[in-house]
């Protein structure tokens, strides 16, 4: 390796390859695809967090996490997305060297920060269906922003270490990026000398933090479960059960496939196949950040409350009840009030 690290041309610019097999003329067609997706994702999560923001009902613990995962879904899809529609729309790959480097570790912190956002959401709803008395004391709006702050910032600083390892390492040989956006696999593949050691303790800290967490979550909501059976009627039963059905796709879809493609490599006799490598992290990276705002805004109660109350305040309704004379008042008042009555029950229910 001596010989080469001397007599090397230093690699100062990457070329983001993308899905090798695509054909030019569907260049734009994915390009377009990928706009729409990124427009959707970034859409539904900042209605999400302009709903908290304007809604004081809303400023609780538990929306304060939806809304730090919806920054963090956000800023995700802001670091992936628009190179890779570069890369379709104007056909341009190219990306420099510690871009591609602040790209990658900006990838894996998202991914890892939305590991602990989701732990910490478990953790909200065990203390608050399992010890309901004491939740408005341990968990106060200022405890879940101080922990909030706690995982962006330590997420940095786990994460770092092996960004800053790899900026260290010489680069000299090819300059493809065989996948979608730069990731510490691609990335490492393209060093000049050894980076076992850099992957193992890469692969220390992603299993630590991806694991960890997932224990945790499983664990607690084995004890939500147990609870809810505990004391509540059938239909207290059900709506658990369905909640935690629903929280338990959005954890297989973030945790299982990243199990896999970091554990695959470690496996004998276990390959991926270069579009497996580069679609499976797309698929686990990419999906999520889009469904959190659709699931957490149509399954949650209060919000879809605000969301009735919004619709329902037309410019139009206070016109008409003013036109409307003192005889047909009467009338007007009862046929509202019987048709507003069962929404309201079916709300409280």
């Not at 670091?79 to 990658?104: E, N, S, V």
């Not at 000299?172 to 490492?188: N, T, Y």
């Not at 393209?190 to 800290?205: E, K, N, R, W």
Request: hydrophobic share 45%; glycine share 4%; charged share 15%.
């Amino acid at each position: 390796m001596e010989p080469r690290a001397h007599n090397h041309t230093q690699v100062t610019e990457f070329v983001i390859v993308g899905f090798p097999g695509l054909q030019p003329e569907h260049f734009h067609l994915v390009a377009w695809g990928f706009l729409l997706f990124y427009v959707t994702t970034v859409g539904g999560n900042l209605l999400l967090i302009l709903v908290f923001a304007v809604e004081q009902s809303l400023q609780k613990p538990m929306y304060i996490t939806m809304v730090s995962l919806a920054l963090s879904d956000i800023g995700f899809t802001t670091t992936a997305l628009p190179k890779l529609i570069a890369r379709y729309w104007w056909d341009d790959g190219r990306i420099g060297t510690y871009t591609c480097i602040f790209q990658g570790h900006m990838i894996h912190y998202f991914g890892s920060l939305n590991s602990l956002i989701l732990l910490t959401m478990a953790l909200d709803r065990y203390l608050a269906i399992c010890f309901p008395l004491r939740y408005p004391l341990w968990m106060t709006n200022h405890t879940m922003t101080g922990l909030m702050a706690f995982c962006w910032v330590v997420t940095h600083a786990v994460t770092g270490i092996s960004t800053v390892s790899t900026a260290l390492l010489p680069f000299c040989g090819p300059d493809r990026i065989s996948q979608v956006f730069c990731d510490r696999v691609s990335i490492a593949a393209l060093v000049c000398g050894d980076t076992t050691q850099l992957m193992s303790s890469a692969y220390v800290i992603a299993m630590f933090i991806l694991c960890v967490p997932l224990a945790f979550i499983v664990l607690s909501y084995i004890c939500i479960i147990i609870s809810i059976s505990r004391v509540a009627n059938r239909q207290g039963r059900v709506r658990t059960f369905s909640t935690c059905a629903t929280q338990g796709c959005i954890l297989s879809i973030y945790y299982v496939p990243r199990l896999s493609v970091y554990t695959a490599t470690y496996i004998p006799g276990v390959k991926m196949s270069p579009d497996v490598r580069i679609v499976t992290p797309l698929f686990y990276s990419l999906l999520p950040p889009l469904i959190h705002p659709f699931i957490y805004c149509l399954r949650t109660s209060e919000i879809q409350k605000i969301f009735r109350r919004w619709v329902q305040k037309r410019p139009i309704a206070p016109a008409k009840r003013f036109k409307a004379t003192a005889a047909e008042k009467p009338s007007v008042n009862v046929s509202s009030s019987d048709a507003r009555m069962p929404k309201k029950q079916n709300i409280t229910l």
